[in-house]
């Protein structure tokens, strides 16, 4: 009958983890009684209002009232017992999600202007996209390369914030084979609401296949990947200027871009790799110099992807 009930208030999303019937047990019942506090004290509110109106012109002023002892303490004690439940309820949960088993499984997570990037227990990496075995806990250990991040999972019911500096981190136990939304939720500039990154539950097996994979791609499609996951957000493919200028047509023969300060640059690898790399070094005219530096973030063999892959546009 409670949890018939508890299910009015429920607007949660998809359940995705172990968290999230728990998590969504307790913020129904808070929703619950939040809506019913606020109908039952607006209800009575009004009824008063209406009740001690001033029923005519001559109506002496009311006789002079202090005060209820019982009533104060009634409504004192049944709201403390009731925020005791809902700390209670929340706490067990909270006590839960902050101490992660030991065999956890552990993945290191990367926040930066504007994307994630990841690294499974063997040294592989993937960028945009996390894949973890489904029905296993998972804990991620979670830094920043600039401004803090939030790290969310909305399927997971999990949520956590990523420093520059320091490691945070957070777990869940997946309970289905499927796709969700990771999100940033912590403003963190222009780029913000298209940090999204996707978060894939997969079988056992093809998670084993998908670390394991050395099978390289052909460049130009590692490049693509990496595009999709760090670029996109600030360079389109199709001649509009966003935040950076497009990449169309990059490596055209010939094609000069002008700086900022009149000098014209030839596109060629080495000012890719620089303009990547370390990216404040020339900017390109009528852009500001927002993009980060990706020092430390491609080793070799990802630029040269990058760069297969431009050449392609
Ligand atoms: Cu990163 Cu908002």
Known sequence: MLNWFLELFDFMPEEGSTWAAEVDWVNNLISAISVICIVGITAVMLYFAWKYRRKSDDQQATSYVTHNATIETVWTVIPTIICI???????????????????????????????????????????????????????????????????????????????????????????????????????????????????????????????????????AEIGQKLFEANCQTCHTLDGTPKIGPSMQALFSSGKKHEMEGGEE????????????????????????PLMPAFEGQFDDKQIESLIAYLKTL
């Not at 790799?273 to 852009?287: H, M």
């Open 265 to 288: 640059v030839e596109v060629d690898e080495n000012y890719v790799r620089e303009s990547i790399l370390n990216s404040k070094a020339k900017i390109v005219k009528g852009y500001q």
């Open 85 to 219: 439940f809902m700390f209670v309820f929340g706490y067990k949960l909270y006590h839960e999600m902050r101490n992660p088993p030991a065999g956890a499984m552990e993945v290191n997570v990367q926040g930066f202007k504007w994307g994630w990037n990841f690294q499974y227990p063997n040294g592989k990496k993937s960028s945009g996209e996390l894949v973890v075995p489904v029905g296993e806990p998972v804990k991620l250990i979670m830094t920043s390369s600039d401004v803090i991040h939030s790290f969310f999972v909305p399927a997971m019911r999990v949520k956590e914030d990523v420093y520059n500096g320091n490691y945070s981190y957070l777990w869940f136990t997946p309970i289905r084979i499927g796709e969700s939304r990771i999100f940033c939720t912590e403003y963190c500039g222009t780029g913000h609401s298209e940090m999204i990154g996707k978060l894939k539950v997969v079988s056992r097996s093809e998670y084993n296949d998908y670390i394991n994979d050395k099978a390289d791609l052909p460049p």
